[in-house]
């Protein structure tokens, strides 16, 4: 048998409710806070990944996949967005069109990590990009954004943090400052850390290991040593999340995992997924669209992942979906109306019903089991002595009543159905 890959899921059918439900409610908060939707490729050249998410970080090191294509290029599925987006911002020269750009996304992402619950290879995310503006209510709206979308999707158990990172220079000074604290400790750090220790310092923080967190227990951080302006910012970033009454906690030991951000980053955290219960990450990247190419242009934005987020609404039982059955499935007792069912089944489609019916040659009992499988609302019976009559039976199966029409009334059926379909939504 031929597998899907391993860390990649198919959304069967029966999923497909919950990620439309997703989709629309993102599509409506994106529309509330006036976000444009950018559609870019899946694959890019992978220098744009190198440079833009950063050498060292370990979606360049390790995750990436990248192959050569037949004319010998390096091509890289996209692991994220904010450097496509940016990308695509330079090589159109949207910054002419207006100064301020807001862009939105929903897209599948691609990286090669060790798969487990909430943990995949091809995942989704849905995130937005702001490009054009500095201001600290920007950075706040990148968090209001995802914690309202998560609370119009039920979730309760949710947690924002909140950290700075400051300009280059002061991190860079902070690094030195680090380097000098971990020196006495080097050989009591794990590998992977001690690894770090040259390539990528601040992701110490990120270790699982009990003897490396003894270690940070003590560790001047980084927040300790913003400049002013950067402190100022972050003050601002804060005022903004509390006149929105959004809950959070400054985490000063909180490191992406990638290299552009500079200010504020964040994450929205839930209680309810087990270890990879990160929902949503962002931040400030004022110097990526520079470095990418573009001229100077400070950004900011955020990604969620849509099956962590599926993950915590199935553990916090927070979806509860509107059935989408069938409103009508024809019955055909008699088999030489096969082809006069069908064109019956074209003009109520036509009119905006969602109709189905037997394709397998079932007998009426069967059909009318079929129908109820499928949750039908209503129930066309063609056929038999009515038939004969010129009539036709619809059922409604709801009420189990009956209502008789004549063959040549179609119209009369579909206002009958849609009424009634109109009611009950009205009740429910
Ligand atoms: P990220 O933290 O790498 O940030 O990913 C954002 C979210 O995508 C995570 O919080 C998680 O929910 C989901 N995610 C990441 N990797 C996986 C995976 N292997 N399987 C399932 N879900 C995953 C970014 O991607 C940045 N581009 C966010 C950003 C936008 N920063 C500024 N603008």
């Known amino acids: 048998m031929i597998k899907a890959i391993t860390g990649t899921k198919d959304i069967l059918p029966a999923d497909i409710p919950q990620w439309r439900h997703i989709e629309s409610v993102v599509l409506k908060v994106m529309n509330e806070f006036n976000y444009k939707e950018i559609r870019t ?43 496509s987006v940016v990308r695509a911002f330079i090589e159109h020269s949207l910054e002419k069109k207006q100064s301020l750009n807001k862009f939105f996304y929903i897209s599948p992402m691609f990286r090669q990590e060790r798969p487990q619950a909430g943990r995949l290879r091809q995942f ?13 209510i920007l950075d706040a709206e990148m968090i209001i954004i995802p914690f309202r979308i998560l609370k119009l999707l039920g979730l309760k158990n949710l947690s924002v943090k909140i950290n700075s990172l400051g300009v280059p220079q002061s991190r860079e000074n902070y690094k030195k400052i680090l380097k000098e604290y971990l020196k006495p400790h080097l050989n009591k750090l794990s590998e992977d ?48 999340l509390l006149s929105a009454k959004i809950p959070f906690e400054v985490d000063a030991r909180l ?23 990160a929902l949503c990450g962002g931040g400030r990247y004022d110097l990526l669209v520079k470095e990418l190419g573009g001229s100077e242009t400070p950004g900011v934005g955020f990604a969620a992942g849509i099956e962590r987020i599926l993950l915590a609404c199935a553990n916090e039982k927070s979806l509860r979906l509107n059935d989408e059955s069938l409103d009508l499935f024809i019955v055909n007792i008699d088999k030489n109306l096969s082809d006069y069912a069908f064109n019956v089944s074209l003009f109520f489609r036509e009119n905006g019903l969602s109709v189905d019916l037997d394709y397998l040659n079932r007998s009426v009992k069967a059909q009318m089991r079929e129908a109820n499988r499928q949750n039908a609302k209503f129930v066309l019976i063609l056929g038999g002595e009515e038939f004969a009559k010129g009539e036709i039976l619809l059922k409604d199966m709801n009420t189990s009543q009956q209502v008789t029409f004549l063959k040549d009334e179609l119209e009369k059926v579909v206002q009958k159905i849609k009424s009634q379909l109109d009611a009950n939504n009205l009740r429910s």
């Open 41 to 83: 490729p899946v694959f890019e050249q992978t220098i744009l990944f190198t440079r833009g998410i950063g050498e060292s970080t370990d979606i360049v090191s390790k995750e990436m996949y990248t192959f050569l294509d037949r004319s010998q290029t390096s091509i890289t599925l996209k692991p994220e967005m904010t450097a």
């Open 255 to 277: 490191v992406r995992g990638l290299d552009y951000y500079t200010h504020t980053t964040f994450e929205v955290i839930s209680g309810s997924v087990g270890s990879q219960s």
């Open 193 to 240: 850390s001690k690894k770090r220790v040259n390539t990528n310092i601040l992701r110490i923080f990120d270790s699982k290991d009990q003897k490396d967190q003894e270690i940070l227990n003590n560790a001047p951080l980084l927040i300790e040593y913003l400049d002013d302006e950067s402190l100022e910012h972050f003050e601002k970033v804060k005022q903004a």
């Open 124 to 136: 989704h995310q849905f995130g937005a990009e702001a490009l054009g503006s500095k201001s600290p």
